[in-house]
């Protein structure tokens, strides 16, 4: 076990463990009374508070600190040393070194209390600003998972949505902002308001798209960290119009990596056959937003990542090859789907991340017709 992250353990285990540092202490006392009197082992009792600092608060290590001192005052009084300058010596080294520990082990609680705080803070701002999907929208089952390549935040800069903005079909996207951390949280926001809002008062697809991108220009370099990034400033996204009952889908791909459809054991590369640029750079220009087609009917699932997972590396160097292990996960349902795909990555790169992954598995299910309104009763008056 790696001593170093003994201070993640609750604290009946830290309770539990104090058990180590009292006997290291009685070990100690017992040896130098038995040993020849020019032998000094009483300084090997700083060793107890230190060891308690790795898994222990401030509070406790005191108290071992306090017990390691008073072990050093019975191993000088049994020696018939008091007084002399040599135990001196050692009691004020003791006591000074247990202090010293004390006290970092005080800073470090502090740090550990503070980071703690900040983690739930952006672990809330996650969810206020992804609001995660449910896992069933309609005809839909839907799958999430979200990781961070910086292990101190739970957000970053890949994002993604679905909405139901009518009780006929659902709007999805998913994107990836140039960048990562939490200085990319501005930008995913602007991304994901402009999609919200434009998904419900859009018809079309290109509309949407097009809806997205105006508010992204206008917005992103104001929402961006221009000063730390002062670079161009984009997000790549992909957009989706899934329809309940037609048994097709459209999507708009913005410079994002292409979506997996999974069937049967196959899997297929949605290719987009005219890609737009990335959203922001509408210098470029987007003529004629071409939607490409595809067929997502019942059992279908649709894999959608963020370029985190196909640039995942192996120590050796190697890309993970999606498309390829996504044909061999048993197809039982998007949470297995996920799950499945996050612990073959995490083998495949023996758990470091180079970059935030983000993806999302949407499984069409049976289409149930919803039911028509109740003729509400005409009051009259009499």
């Known amino acids: 076990m790696d001593i170093r992250r003994l201070h993640d353990f609750p604290g009946r285990a830290a309770g539990r ?13 017992t040896v130098a009374l038995v040993s020849p009197s020019d032998v000094y082992l009483s300084p090997l009792l700083v060793i107890a508070p230190a ?10 290590t005191a108290i071992i600190a306090a017990a390691a001192v008073v072990a050093q005052v019975v191993i000088t009084a049994l020696d018939g040393g008091v007084g002399t300058t040599n135990h001196v010596w050692q009691f004020a080294a003791l006591v000074l070194l247990s202090a010293v520990v004390v006290f970092f ?18 672990e809330t701002a996650q969810r206020v600003l992804l609001r995660p999907p449910p896992e069933q929208l309609g005809p839909l089952r839907v ?5 961070t390549a910086d292990a101190d935040a739970q957000i970053g800069g890949d994002l993604f949505a679905v909405v139901r903005p009518d009780p006929t079909r659902s709007r999805v996207v998913i ?21 919200r809002e434009g998904a419900r008062h859009c018809e079309t697809l290109p509309a949407l798209v097009r809806a997205m991108e105006e508010s992204v220009s206008a917005d992103i370099e104001d929402a961006g960290d221009i000063e730390q990034d ?18 097709r889908g459209a999507m708009i791909n913005c410079g994002h990596p292409p979506p997996l459809l999974l069937r049967d054991g196959q899997v297929t590369v949605l290719e987009s056959t005219d890609p737009a640029p990335p959203l922001g750079l509408g210098s470029l220009g987007t003529p004629g937003l071409h939607s490409d087609t595809f067929t ?28 390829e292990r996504a044909a061999t996960f048993p197809l039982t349902g998007p949470e297995e789907l996920l799950h499945h795909l996050l612990q073959d990555m995490t083998a495949h790169t023996e758990g470091r991340l180079s970059d935030d992954v983000a993806v999302l598995a949407i499984k069409q299910t049976p289409h149930r017709q919803a039911p028509a309104p109740h003729p509400q009763p005409i009051l009259r008056r009499a």
């Open 17 to 29: 463990l104090l058990i180590v540092p009292i006997v290291l202490i009685i070990v100690i006392i």
């Open 51 to 60: 060891l308690t600092a790795s898994f222990a608060g401030p509070w406790r």
């Open 105 to 122: 082990c005080y800073l470090r609680e502090a740090h550990s209390q503070q980071l703690s705080r900040v983690r739930v803070v952006a």
């Open 143 to 147: 799958a999430w998972r979200y990781l």
């Open 175 to 195: 994107g990836d902002v140039r960048g990562k951390g939490l200085a990319a949280i501005g930008e995913a926001s602007v991304v994901l308001g402009a999609f």
């Open 230 to 247: 002062p670079g161009e400033h984009f997000v790549t996204a992909l957009v989706l119009d899934l329809p309940d009952a037609s048994g």
């Open 296 to 323: 997502f009917a019942e059992g279908d699932t649709l894999l959608l990542y963020t370029d985190g997972v196909i640039e995942a590396r192996s120590p050796e160097g190697t890309f993970y090859p999606l498309a």
